[in-house]
């Protein structure tokens, strides 16, 4: 995978000290709070974030922050010479496909392990000069636990995640990603160590309306549906890979 | 009929928002039209190097831009109604921080065959006739003038935003502040651009500059008359004096006209 390059807002100060002359700069970034549409919104991110990383999916990179009203997370965004990009274009979608096959079936191998069925409109890729490489997907503050507040309808999710249901009905790149490709990346997922699932989701400590029990719960979920993963993909190529 | 328009605007510092013109979408109920800073509608092709030039954003910057343009022009071509599926899409772009604003609106009466006359003539009253995009034209096509005469900007020798500090002297220090600045081993020649459809004491200012940078330049045996050269767009005639001070001190190159890559060339051999 090829890195992502970020947005420097400012180089505050730069040190005539030191091999590499580190220098103070600020970053753009998008704030996720959580709030009553998205109430696990900045624990969705954080783990999503980290899962992302652990398989290596395009996902756009993000750090957890104080704000206001607390703990939030930091998307950093993803540009280039305090340009940001545009997002994806629908009618674009089939060329992202040609230019970036396999990053493509790495973030629907992605989705599908989280249960993040808000693709649409978050991502962003560089589609129209040769050597240049941008694709990352970002924004997966309802997958995960997603968004339902009330206990009950929170333990459907979870369930729903572990017993290897679809949940993610609608995404851009259904019946265009790769079969094949797709196969490698739902391999890779399945391959994942429990334990570094684990690690990704589990605090030790409650975090902001994210009981220990519910980390410990959507971690066994994902354990669970990562290796379902094949199964779920096989059950649904017809809609997956078209 | 009714003929609607918004502006688009690039935003050069997210952090001081001041919107700049850089283009336009019109559209009626059964068509659409771009209009981009840029943007040849003739051979559907970008030059973004314009876009970039007119901020004076860096090299790398050009990528992103081009995927902007790329994007405004998806827009414009989608089928469906552009009111129903465009104008939410540009109504996005300020919310979402983005560099490129689409807001400003407009509407005219047309006939049935008018909204290319429309974009047209909107887009030269709001984007180009702004003194920061027409100066960016008229320094890309300097640019395209000097490639076609052989010279390329970066390569050979030719340096481009020159700063020359000249030895010093009895009257002092020089530092010479030219556009482009041709220097080879045997071979010498300096630019500067003067904009004659800027506002008259603008125009005053350009040429003054230029009449003193090239008269430090020879005075201090940097270059010859026959090495000096203002590059210019339409609007000389309005100017007969300057016309003729810039003339003896310099070769003037209209850079808009069809011949001038040859007059450069030949300018150029003699010297």
């Known amino acids: 995978m090829q890195p992502l390059t970020y947005l420097t807002r400012r180089l505050l100060r730069q040190s005539k000290k030191g091999a590499s002359k580190p220098a103070l700069a600020t970053l753009n970034a998008i704030l996720t709070f959580d709030c009553d549409e998205s109430p ?26 104080v704000s206001g009203e607390g703990q939030t997370f930091a998307g950093i965004e993803a540009g280039s010479h305090e340009l940001v990009m545009p997002d994806v274009s629908d009618t674009r979608l089939k060329d992202v ?49 997603g968004f339902e507040d009330d206990p009950k309808k929170q333990a459907f999710r979870i369930e729903a995640l572990k017993a290897g249901e679809l949940l993610v009905k609608f995404h851009p790149f259904y019946g265009l990603v790769d079969g094949l490709e797709l196969s490698k990346w739902v391999s890779r997922v399945a391959g994942i160590s429990d334990d570094l699932v684990r690690e ?5 400590r409650p975090f902001r309306s994210v009981s220990m029990a519910m980390q410990s719960d959507l971690a066994e979920a994902l354990i669970a549906r990562k290796r379902l993963l094949p199964g779920i993909m096989a059950a649904n190529a017809a809609l997956i890979v078209g | 009929m009714l003929a609607s328009y918004r502006l688009i605007q690039f935003i050069p510092d997210r952090a001081f928002p001041a919107p700049v013109n850089v283009g336009l979408i019109a559209w009626t109920s059964k068509e659409t039209r771009l209009r981009f800073l840029g943007f040849e509608i003739g051979s559907n092709s970008f030059d973004v190097a314009i876009l970039r030039r007119a901020f004076g954003l860096p090299d790398p910057a050009e990528p992103v831009l081009l995927e902007w343009f790329r994007w405004f022009q998806d ?7 552009f009111a129903e599926i465009g104008i939410p899409l540009l109504e996005q772009l300020e919310s979402r921080d983005y560099p490129f604003w689409a807001n400003q609106a407009g509407e005219a009466d047309i ?27 008229l320094e890309q096509a300097a640019i395209k003038c000097l490639a076609a005469a052989g010279l390329v900007v970066g390569q050979d020798g030719l340096i481009e935003d020159a700063e020359i500090s ?40 350009h040429v003054a500059d230029a009449l003193n940078t090239f008269e430090v330049a020879r005075s201090r045996e940097l270059l010859r008359r026959d090495q000096c050269f203002v590059l210019h767009g339409p609007g000389l005639s309005d100017y007969p004096l300057y016309s003729e001070l810039l003339g003896d001190a310099t070769t003037l190159i209209e850079v808009s006209s069809p011949d001038a890559a040859n007059r450069l060339r030949a300018a150029l051999a003699i010297a």
């Open chain 2, 75 to 81: 827009i414009a071509t989608r089928r469906g109604s």
């Open chain 1, 200 to 204: 990704a989701c589990l605090f030790g």
């Open chain 2, 111 to 137: 006939g049935a065959k008018e909204l290319d006359a429309l974009a047209d003539d909107v887009f030269r009253r709001a984007v180009l006739a702004l003194p920061l995009i027409r100066f960016a034209n």
């Open chain 1, 97 to 145: 496909v040609i230019k970036y096959p396999s990053e493509v079936a790495a973030l629907v191998a992605f989705d599908l392990w989280i249960g993040n069925d808000d693709r649409h409109g978050n991502l962003k890729a560089a589609l129209h000069t040769q050597h240049i490489r941008i694709f990352a997907g970002f924004d997966h503050a309802i997958s995960l636990l």
């Open chain 1, 40 to 65: 696990f919104g900045v624990y969705n991110e954080l783990v999503a974030t980290r899962l992302g990383q652990m398989m290596s999916a395009p996902v756009a990179s993000g750090v957890l922050t």
């Open chain 2, 166 to 205: 000249l030895p010093k002297t009895s009257a002092g220090r020089a530092l010479l502040s030219l556009t482009w600045f041709l220097d080879r081993a045997k071979e010498k020649a300096g630019f500067r651009i003067v904009d004659f459809e800027a506002i008259e004491s603008a125009v005053g200012q």
